[in-house]
């Protein structure tokens, strides 16, 4: 009897281990990658000057990385010429 109450335990257990594998998504398929963020430009540029600098950009999240992309001209600041409307709300 307790050979027949185990099997069934452990068949219960392997199926939900299957089920939850088949209805998890992956998190690579959660968020696309053409899904990017947005920006808030006026939100960022604290002190108004027209300008966001590295230190504004980084209270907002923004990495090293991103910065050197978006500050194309190399000036170390992120102007509203240099953004593309579909990253950043005005």
């Known amino acids: 009897m307790n050979k027949v109450i185990l099997t069934a335990l ?3 257990g392997f199926s939900v281990a299957v089920y939850a594998q088949q209805t998890t998504t992956p998190p ?4 696309p990658a053409a899904q990017a963020k947005k920006y808030d430009f006026k939100a960022m540029d604290t002190d108004g000057d027209g300008k966001i600098s590295r230190a504004e ?5 923004i990495t090293d990385g991103e910065f ?3 500050d194309k001209d190399n000036s170390g600041y992120i102007t509203l010429n ?3 409307k579909e990253s950043w709300s005005m």
């Open 10 to 12: 452990l068949g219960l």
């Open 28 to 31: 690579a398929a959660a968020k």
């Open 68 to 70: 050197k992309v978006f």
């Open 82 to 84: 240099e953004i593309s």
């Open 57 to 61: 950009a980084k209270k907002y999240g």
